[in-house]
DNA sequence: ATGGTAGAGGGTCTA
């Protein structure tokens, strides 16, 4: 089973590159995050063209979350759930499934902005939000995935120049305290994982030419609980889909499981 | 010195 998760900044632009990376790489599950469309302009049809069936969570322009699947769409669910508070309320930021007997969670966390500013400190509390659904809803033994955009950059090795970034969003010590939460709780980060190294990112800024200068972040996760990170086989980047015309900032990441 | 690019929409806001 292959689980990808990508950042797409704004499907509508970035349809046609979709549709070809699915055909390319053949994800049994591809979490989106950035659709920036509401839920009545989602292409569900060009997805199922290709044999995918669909969820998607989107108000408006910004944000907006969903997860296509070759291996069945079960109980999709909206958010953290009724009678949570959400300190993002107004923004859709996360969807959950059950595809192929795991329960995946396509997740696309607020950047935060600034440090320190109030959607950096709403950023906080929706983690919280996040591992408080994750210890609610499901135990360490159960298959989960949680994958998409965190906006955290979990360790040095994460960020092209850790001098560059003290004290910006994305590597600051609670964030990581956020993320290590959720590994604490009992999920894999599935691709550091497998690889030790710095310098494998999966975001680029659009400007001075960060990709081709090679300063990037890792802030697209895959993270599975023990069952699932038990059938991990194999995690890569896939920075071609980085390249050429109008590319998204962000590269999807892959994963396999074996069967 | 707060730059630069991209995508939303049609102002600036968000990243």
Redesign the pocket.
């Known amino acids: 089973m292959r689980i990808a998760t990508w950042n797409v900044?704004?499907l509508?632009?970035r349809l046609e590159r979709v549709e070809e990376w699915l055909e390319y790489a053949q994800p049994d599950v591809l979490c989106l995050q950035e659709t920036?469309m509401a839920d009545k302009n989602f292409p569900a049809m060009a997805f199922s063209a290709l044999g995918y069936e669909s969820v998607h969570h989107g108000y408006n322009?910004?944000?907006g979350v969903a997860i296509l699947s070759k291996v069945g769409i079960e109980d999709p669910q909206n958010g953290f759930g009724d009678g949570v508070e959400n300190p993002y309320a107004d923004d859709a930021r996360m969807l959950s499934a059950t595809c192929g007997r795991i329960r995946i969670v396509s997740v696309y966390v607020?950047?935060g902005?600034e440090v320190p500013s109030e959607?950096y400190d709403r950023k906080l509390v929706w983690f919280e939000r996040l591992a408080e659904w994750l210890d609610a809803n499901h135990i360490p033994s159960d298959p989960v995935v949680i994958t998409g955009d965190f906006n955290v950059a979990p360790d040095d090795r994460d960020v092209w120049s850790p001098k560059a970034f003290v004290g910006s969003t994305h590597v600051t010590e609670p964030e990581r305290a956020a993320v290590r939460r959720l590994e604490d709780w009992g999920l894999v980060d599935l691709f550091r994982a497998r690889y030790n190294g710095d310098g494998l990112y999966s975001y680029w800024d659009?400007?001075?030419g960060d990709f081709h200068q090679g300063r990037g972040m890792r802030i697209d996760l895959v993270l599975g609980s023990q069952p699932v990170a038990e059938r991990s086989t194999w995690a890569i980047v896939d920075r071609n889909a980085r390249k050429g015309k109008?590319p998204s900032d962000h590269a999807p990441v892959v994963v396999d499981l074996t069967d």
Do not use: E, G, T
Request: no cysteine; proline share 6%; glycine share 0%.
């Open positions: 900044n704004s509508k632009a920036k322009q910004w944000n607020p950047n902005r959607f659009y400007r001075r109008q």
